[in-house]
């Protein structure tokens, strides 16, 4: 589904993403993880046309991804940042609505896919009624899921969505988009820097520091395996980290 040719990206004299190539192949689900500053949300971004390259390509479904084409990536790949993103003056309705209204679609269509995603998410109906601030963090971080699935789209990016959430909820979070991973068969990225979370949710685990991916495997290549002093060092800081038995 993606795909990443000698990727660099630059802010300034920092090197964001250095000569990066790897490909996430659809309907499979990758984590992204690394320290803070690693390079984990630029690639995001760069997948979602919010920001270009210096250089290298990026391929999506094998073809190359152009300026133009941001309208149609955004149909194609729904995206989930920490806080949600949702707008503050509209309900949840509303907010779930903006990009099908966009695409014309009919009042009731929307309605009917929202109270689809609701009862997917385990929100009750009402929820819709309600703006941002009247709801839970885990709820609004449930919205924010829905809105980045309401025109079905083959891919999710997902930036840290449980960054913000207290423990409990985190946990229950984590199952309900397990789950989502597991029934809906797309093309999923996700980024923490939680490797259990990690492991629990993703089949292939990336580990970036400085722009680079450093490892490329699974939980047990990370934990066994470590490519380097640097992934050793990263998987030791993760206290009592349960390595999931494949
Ligand atoms: P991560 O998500 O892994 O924490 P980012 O991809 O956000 O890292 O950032 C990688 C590096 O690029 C960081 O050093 C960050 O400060 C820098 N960076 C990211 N976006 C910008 C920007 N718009 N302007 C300047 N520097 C940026
Ligand atoms: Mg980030």
């Excluded at 829905?146 to 229950?172: H, I, K, S, W, Y």
């Excluded at 495997?217 to 395996?225: Q, T, V």
Aim: contains cysteine; aromatic residues 6%; glycine residues 8%.
């Amino acid at each position: 589904m993606f795909r990443l040719e000698h990727v660099s990206k630059r802010y300034g004299s920092l090197t964001a993403l250095d000569d990066l190539c790897v490909t996430f192949p659809a309907g499979t689900v990758s984590a992204i993880v690394g320290s803070s500053g690693s390079g984990k949300s630029t690639l995001l971004r760069l997948l979602l046309g919010l920001d270009w390259p210096d250089t290298g390509q990026i391929f999506i479904d094998e073809r190359p991804l152009a300026r133009e084409d941001r309208l149609a990536v955004r149909r194609r790949i729904g995206y989930v940042i920490q806080e949600g993103g949702l707008f503050p003056h509209l309900t949840v309705r509303g907010n779930l609505a903006l990009l099908p209204r966009h695409l014309r679609w009919s009042r009731a269509r929307i309605e009917a896919r929202a109270l689809e995603l609701a009862s997917l998410m385990q929100l009750p109906a009402q929820v819709l009624e309600r703006y941002p601030a009247e709801l839970s963090g885990g709820q609004r971080q449930r919205v924010a899921v829905m809105r980045a699935l309401m025109t079905d789209p083959p891919a999710l990016l997902l930036d840290e969505p449980m960054g913000a959430l207290d423990p409990l909820v985190r946990f229950e979070l984590q199952e309900g988009l397990q789950q989502l991973f597991h029934e809906l068969g797309k093309t999923v990225l996700l980024v923490t820097h939680d490797l259990p979370e990690a492991a629990y949710l993703a089949s292939r685990l990336l580990l970036m520091r400085s722009g680079r991916i450093i490892q490329d495997g699974n939980a047990a290549d990370l934990y066994e395996r470590p490519a380097d002093e640097f992934v050793r060092r990263f998987v030791a800081a993760q206290r009592a980290a349960p390595v999931p038995e494949r």
